[in-house]
Antibody, heavy 113, light 109 residues
Framework: VQVVETGGGLIQPGGSLRLSCAAS????????MTWVRQAQGKGLEWVSL???????YYADSVKGRFTISRDNSKSTVYLQMNNLRTADTAVYYC????????WGQGILVTVSS | QAVVTQEPSLTVSPGGAVTLTCASS?????????PYWFQQKPGQAPRTLIY???NKHSWTPARFSGSLLGGRAALTLSGALPEDEADYYC?????????FGGGTKLTVL
């Protein structure tokens, strides 16, 4: 079981980024998947969740700006991040739920002008 | 939104035992909250020690165990090693929202 996050980088406030989480070793379509972030020197923060039935949920801090989705054929989960704020600067991790809850290396998103 | 509370810091002696707890502002933590426990060492990504209250991964050392204790999720470390010094986070599922605790800094001294 493995997940690899890609798509981070430096973006100006108000900009958009799409993070990808490529999963292997388990079936993405039948597993819930979450995105978690961690700002430098801070704790872990839950960001978003997609269940096997494709229902999606978001933390209040990102609701209306972030969208989680899944491409079963690619075993990949995405996090579309719009209207980014400096407070969104963090390392973002993709975390499968339950028995498949392995962490990737994370991907840094820096929102700065 | 629910608040999940952990002890900010704990100290355990080498070879000793310690229990970290995770409390929910909404009431008792149950198995229906599917509590997780994660370990994070400086400069590293977290790793999952416990999922769904008391289930271990293949890499979870036997000295760690998860349980429910007095309405809280609990992570017990028995026989602490210096390498167990780390930050520990719990995660509680409320179905439509998940909430992390603020983390416990565990010192082995």
């Amino acid at each position: 079981v493995q997940v690899v996050e890609t798509g981070g980088g430096l973006i100006q406030p108000g900009g958009s980024l799409r993070l990808s989480c490529a999963a292997s070793g388990f079936i993405v379509s039948s597993n819930c998947m979450t995105w978690v972030r961690q700002a430098q020197g801070k704790g872990l923060e839950w960001v978003s969740l997609i269940y096997g039935d494709r229902s999606t949920y978001y933390a209040d801090s990102v609701k209306g700006r972030f969208t989680i989705s899944r491409d079963n054929s690619k075993s990949t989960v995405y996090l579309q991040m719009n209207n980014l704020r400096t407070a969104d600067t963090a390392v973002y991790y993709c975390l499968p739920c339950g028995a498949n809850s392995v962490w990737g290396q994370g991907i840094l998103v820096t929102v700065s002008s | 939104q629910a608040v999940v509370t952990q002890e900010p810091s704990l100290t355990v002696s080498p070879g000793g035992a310690v229990t970290l707890t995770c409390a929910s502002s909404t009431g008792a933590v149950t198995s229906g909250h599917y509590p997780y426990w994660f370990q994070q060492k400086p400069g590293q990504a977290p790793r999952t020690l416990i999922y769904d209250t008391n289930n271990k991964h293949s890499w979870t050392p036997a000295r760690f165990s998860g349980s429910l204790l007095g309405g809280r999720a609990a992570l017990t470390l028995s026989g602490a090693l210096p390498e167990d010094e780390a930050d520990y986070y719990c995660l509680i599922s409320y179905g439509v929202t998940w909430v992390f605790g603020g983390g416990t800094k565990l010192t082995v001294l």
